[in-house]
């Protein structure tokens, strides 16, 4: 499967985005998918995952309340809802494919997209 992230861009803080994360050469009802992010000199983190069927959602601790992971499987895509973002929240965020649930280490998933970057300013 192959993954495509897009949706990025600059929000100023307590704004709202939404990334999409589109999958084609396979079923995505195949895979859960999952949200990671990478702040500038930090490591790849764990931001969210979502169930390949049945929409059960687990979440980070850091973005608990505030994001929201959905997916339309007839339309091969995945979301993540950012709202009340912070700078700190300002990171490449990807998204990638796993047949496991809840993945929360990147060994989870065998499948990964770009990256779409975020940035929140103060």
């Known amino acids: 499967v192959q993954l495509q992230a897009s949706g990025g861009g600059l929000v100023q803080a307590g704004g709202s985005l939404t990334l999409s994360c589109t999958a084609s050469?396979?079923?995505?009802?195949?895979?859960?998918i999952g949200w990671f992010r990478r702040a500038p000199g930090k490591e790849r983190e764990f931001v969210g995952t979502?169930?390949?069927?049945?929409?059960?959602?687990y979440y980070a601790d850091s973005v608990k309340g505030r994001f929201t992971i959905s997916r339309d499987n007839a339309k091969s895509t995945a979301y993540l809802q950012m709202n009340s973002l912070k700078p700190e929240d300002t990171a490449v965020y990807y998204c990638?494919?796993?047949?496991?649930?809840?993945?929360?280490?990147?060994?989870?998933?065998?499948?990964w997209g770009q990256g779409t970057e975020v940035t929140v300013s103060s």
């Open positions: 979502i169930r390949r069927i049945g929409g059960t959602t």
């Open positions: 990638a494919a796993g047949l496991s649930f809840p993945g929360v280490h990147e060994s989870a998933y065998g499948y």
């Open positions: 050469g396979r079923s995505l009802t195949t895979y859960a």
